[in-house]
């Protein structure tokens, strides 16, 4: 196997190893009744501020719509509160609940350990040099497939 072949074949096995497990934790966690994609808006959504849905939309890359079907469904399960601007009742303003924020944690917590279990196999050398080359990556893809604006 070439090094593009091993490379290319080690990416698609880590991104689907990582939610897979990602998925599996928030499965059998306390907050089994959202899915992986439903804790990654409440992981954009945050804790402290109230963030317009546009902001939030924005961030995920997805279209309004999508972030309102969302968040509709995390309203009725309790992990988010939503509320009309007082100035302007056009926009819609979202935050966490107590549950949200207790999922936002256990979310936190979960990459936490995650990357502390990777990093612990791994020297202070090639930490570095596993992170500058993913920041390389990264820097690429956003040059080569920039995110949609909604």
Do not use: C
């Not at 059998?28 to 994609?37: K, L």
């Not at 402290?48 to 902001?55: A, D, E, H, I």
């Not at 930490?127 to 604006?149: C, E, G, H, M, R």
């Amino acid at each position: 196997m070439d090094k593009y072949s091993r490379l290319d074949a080690v990416l698609v096995s880590l991104f689907n190893d990582i939610v897979d497990i990602e998925t599996r934790a928030i499965i059998e966690s306390d907050f089994s009744d959202i899915t992986n994609n439903d804790m990654h808006v409440i992981d954009a959504i945050g804790i402290g501020v109230k963030k317009n849905m546009s902001t939030v939309a924005a961030q995920l890359s997805v279209t309004i719509g999508s972030l309102t079907t969302a968040v509709n469904a995390l309203v009725r399960k309790g992990y988010v509160n939503r509320e009309r601007g007082i100035e302007d009742r056009r926009l819609v303003y979202i935050e966490l609940s107590e549950k949200g924020k207790l999922a936002f944690m256990k979310h936190r917590e979960f990459h936490q350990n995650m990357l502390n279990s990777m990093i612990d196999a791994l020297s202070d050398y090639e930490v570095k040099l596993l992170t500058d080359a993913l920041f390389k990556i990264q820097a690429w893809l956003d040059k080569s497939y920039p995110k949609k604006n909604h």
